[in-house]
């Protein structure tokens, strides 16, 4: 039985230079190589017989002719001397790659370390791009020298190196130089051929490398086979296939740079030399891809899991699928193995074939997103509520992502309010609707501002329809302003004007409360039409007068600081926000001009209560009476000037601000007093 790998063959990059070279022929334009396009002789005769020839340099190419830069790349000064002339870079895009790594680390003062063959093209080429001062190793018993250790180390792959070696050279590196970084450049492509030649030998009794001999990737399939399988043989052709006896199990594999009409003329020769029982049409269908076209749907499984892709074995055909990391999902805070496992069956949408690679270009998001489109299309149509995480912010507003399709959400329909950071939306998930659909763009444009809107609506509602005067609600605090705090009462803002924050006075609500602060409020006043509603906040039993009112009565004698005078007397604070006045008759034993000869301002005395009038929060206090009165001798009845009974009534108020009329009430014993000291 006769086996071919289904990796063998042109890798993405070679075939790519050698399409766009095939390509300018048949265009009737005159190129020249810079180098062999590939290491294979017999496409290096085709293309000779067809007037394409490689040169050494570019000062070697006529002047006349495009210059093409094959697969393996070149440095940087290349590129620099070309002196305007016109050229194909037909590079690698794997190979580019590293070209920028050493580039931008070389110019950051790293020490560049490529694995790989110093006689390489391609690593001549990679070693151009930081002044051909890199440290090449291709020997696992290299020693570290002085020109690594202590140093920043930035290490890349040639990308067909084997990656056994890789690691292993990378390990003794490790192992003296602690600062290093390491990229693994070697070419997804020589991976999975490595991988699968080795896997192959170990179960073939011949195993058959197809290759030129200068092909570096060929021949490392070669030591790979070679490794398990003893019957292991080199060729560039059909024609050099070993006169052997018949095994059983043949394996054919071949390096990157074998064009696929050779491996078919070998798999034809070794079938009929054979005389094997399947004919060469049933032979060669393991190495032909099924027909496989953009837009296919099938299923296929998963057979290995990388950090950035996914290889999917499509079953009957040849070719391994290709999932990219971000054709699995959208959502970048994903890894692959976040998406999918090992053996799990998955149905993906075909980008396309890439032959050249070995692998076929698949999306599972692209799936994805088209089942998603149809539920999206439905639910504008519906007016369905979707559900979708915030995945990036754009330019004027947010991206969600609902089951695999991107929906943009303008700023001003991305929240309820105004928001200043659109980033801060990030990773959130939304409930939104989709407002506009462009269905030839396959374009969708949500809301969470209508459904908040909506939904307030109805809270609306129902609030106005329960409201009444003296309700209570656990409101949440929305906003503050200079007069007070907007609370959210149930989807409907009322105000805690400042007054009612606090029975201390305050300067400004955020001495009381701030944003998002839960309070207990109930409604003091509402009207229906307007849509306006004073709460109430402060509670009746932190009311200082009301707590007086259970701590003080008439005879107490009660410490009072002195805090403001009036012409007729002076407020003492008993407690905080609670005042007595001390009548200026009141104050001394004496008669005094003014509060100010006796009391000062912030002075503590002793007083005591002699009224209460709780409902006016009126308390009197007077000094005079506890100030101990002398004994007089009595005097005849005679001597003694009548006086009158009644005088005018005093009227006065512990608010500072009402202004008071002074008039002195006298009583008949007073009288007497008064009568004395007039004698």
Not at 283 to 293: D, G, H, I, P, T
Not at 440 to 462: C, D, L, M, Q, T
Not at 578 to 601: F, N, W, Y
Request: charge should be negative; glycine fraction near 8%.
């Amino acid at each position: 039985m006769i086996t071919v790998a289904k990796t063998a063959g042109f890798c993405y990059g070679v075939k790519r230079a050698v399409d766009g070279v095939y390509g300018e022929i048949e265009n009737g334009k005159k190129i020249a190589t810079l180098g062999h396009l590939i290491h294979n002789r017999q496409v290096i005769e085709d293309l000779e017989r067809r007037g394409v020839y490689s040169y050494n340099s570019v000062s070697d190419i006529p002047e006349d002719y495009t210059v093409v830069i094959r697969a393996h790349g070149v440095a940087k000064s290349v590129y620099e001397n070309m002196g305007g002339r016109e050229y194909i870079d037909l590079t690698c895009p794997f190979v580019s790659k590293i070209h920028k790594i050493v580039s931008e680390h070389y110019k950051n003062g790293y020490k560049i370390v490529i694995v790989g063959d110093k006689n390489h093209p391609e690593v001549i080429g990679i070693n151009g791009w930081c002044d051909d001062s890199a440290v090449i190793i291709n020997d696992k018993n290299y020693e570290i020298d002085e020109i690594l250790r202590g140093k920043d180390i930035c290490i890349v792959a040639q990308t067909t190196i084997n990656k056994e070696f890789f690691g292993e050279i990378v390990q003794i590196i490790k192992k003296t130089c602690k600062s290093t970084l390491v990229f693994d450049t070697i070419c997804s492509a020589t991976k999975d051929r490595q991988k699968e030649a080795a896997e192959l030998s170990k179960n073939s009794d011949m195993m058959i490398v197809i290759g030129g001999r200068e092909s570096s990737n060929t021949r490392k399939l070669f030591d790979i086979s070679k490794s398990s399988c003893q019957n292991t043989y080199h060729i560039e052709t059909f024609e050099d296939l070993p006169q052997t006896k018949s095994y059983n199990k043949i394996g054919i594999t071949a390096g990157a740079s074998t064009p696929g009409g050779i491996i078919e003329e070998v798999v034809k020769a070794m079938s009929e030399n054979l005389k094997n029982e399947e004919n060469f049409a049933e032979l060669f269908e393991q190495y032909e891809s099924k027909a496989l076209n953009n837009g296919d749907i099938i299923e296929g499984t998963v057979v290995e899991v990388r950090n950035n892709e996914v290889i999917v074995d499509l079953g009957g055909f040849k070719y391994n699928g290709q999932l990219a990391a971000d054709q699995l999902t959208d959502d970048p805070a994903l890894k692959p193995s976040d998406v999918v496992k090992e053996g799990e069956t998955i149905k993906v949408y075909v980008v396309g074939v890439n032959d050249g690679e070995g692998k076929v270009v698949l999306s599972r998001k692209k799936l994805i997103a088209m089942e998603s489109w149809n539920k999206i299309k439905a639910a504008y149509e519906s007016g369905e509520t979707l559900e979708g995480k915030i995945i990036k912010a754009v330019k004027g507003g947010v991206i969600a992502l609902t089951d695999g399709s991107q929906v943009f959400i303008p700023a001003r329909q991305a929240s309820g309010r105004f928001v200043q950071d659109l980033q801060s939306l990030v990773g959130t998930t939304v409930n939104y609707k989709i407002i506009e659909i462009a269905k030839r763009r396959n374009r969708a444009i949500g809301s969470v501002r209508v459904i908040i809107a909506a939904a307030r609506k109805e809270r609306e509602e129902k609030f106005w329809s329960e409201a009444e005067v003296g309700k209570k609600y656990q409101g949440t605090v929305k906003s503050l302003t200079s007069f007070g705090a907007f609370v959210d009462i149930g989807g409907v803002d009322g105000l805690v004007h400042i007054s009612e924050l606090s029975w201390n006075k305050i300067k400004h609500p955020s001495e009381v409360v701030k944003e998002g602060d839960v309070l207990d409020v109930y409604i003091k006043d509402m009207n229906t039409e307007t849509k306006k509603i004073s709460l109430g906040f402060k509670k009746i039993e932190d009311n200082p007068w009301t707590i007086a009112q259970s701590k003080i009565n008439i005879g107490d004698v009660v410490k009072c600081k002195i805090v403001r005078m009036m012409p007729f007397g002076a407020f003492a604070e008993i407690m905080p926000n609670v005042d007595g006045l001390i009548h200026i008759s009141q104050i001394a034993d004496r008669r005094i001009g003014k509060p100010e000869d006796v009391l000062t301002i912030g002075e503590e005395v002793e007083a005591k209560v002699t009224d209460l009038n709780w409902e006016e929060k009126k308390i009197s206090l007077s000094i005079r009476a506890l100030i101990p009165v002398p004994e007089k001798e009595e005097k005849p009845a005679e001597d003694i000037p009548a006086v009158p009974q009644k005088a005018e009534t005093l009227v006065y108020s512990t608010d500072p601000d009402v202004e008071v009329e002074e008039a002195i009430e006298i009583e008949p014993a007073e009288a007497e007093e008064a009568s004395a000291d007039a004698e």
